[in-house]
């Protein structure tokens, strides 16, 4: 599975410490930066994870800054993106399940490695349930 990662600055340490998470999951990562701890703008590192979740060429997404807000909304302005604000295993679970997200955004200042890791593996690791959530999900595109 190919997944796209990204990052600013608040989020460059646990972006680092997730890809060799990811690639002891068999995954094939494509690190869109950030590449250092400075100060640098969340929509540059957003936008190329969601235009290779969007392109299919990657199927999902990891992005993550402080708060996980700015990632999260620059990644939901492209269509058939839905990115998911997780803060814990449940959330990203039914993110999932409920929604069919395609890109997780995670909270930097506010969660730890090990939930992170859990997050994601859950993440990536979930399936769309469909059914009565389809409906749904196909109403979000504008």
């Given at each position: 599975m190919k997944i796209a990662i990204g990052a600013d600055h608040?989020?460059?340490?646990?972006?680092?410490q997730l890809i060799p998470v990811l690639k002891g999951l068999n995954?094939?990562?494509?690190?869109v930066g950030t590449h250092s701890a400075e100060s640098v703008?969340?929509?540059?590192?957003?936008?190329?994870?969601?235009?290779?979740?969007?392109?299919?060429?990657?199927?999902?997404?990891?992005?993550?800054c402080g708060s996980g807000n700015g990632v999260n909304i620059t990644a939901n302005k492209?269509?058939?993106?839905?990115?998911a604000l997780c803060w814990n295993v449940e959330?990203?679970?039914?993110?999932?399940q409920h929604n069919d997200a395609n890109i997780i955004?995670?909270?930097?200042?506010?969660?730890g490695f090990k939930e992170a890791s859990e997050m994601v593996e859950v993440f990536i690791s979930t399936p769309f349930e469909g059914g009565r959530h389809s409906k749904r999900?196909?109403?979000?595109?504008?």
């Open positions: 608040a989020g460059y340490n646990l972006k680092e995954c094939d990562i494509i690190d703008d969340y929509p540059d590192f957003a936008h190329p994870v969601a235009k290779s979740v969007e392109e299919k060429e990657c199927a999902f997404g990891i992005l993550i492209h269509q058939g993106i839905r990115s959330i990203s679970k039914l993110a999932r955004a995670l909270p930097a200042r506010y969660i999900v196909d109403k979000i595109s504008c």
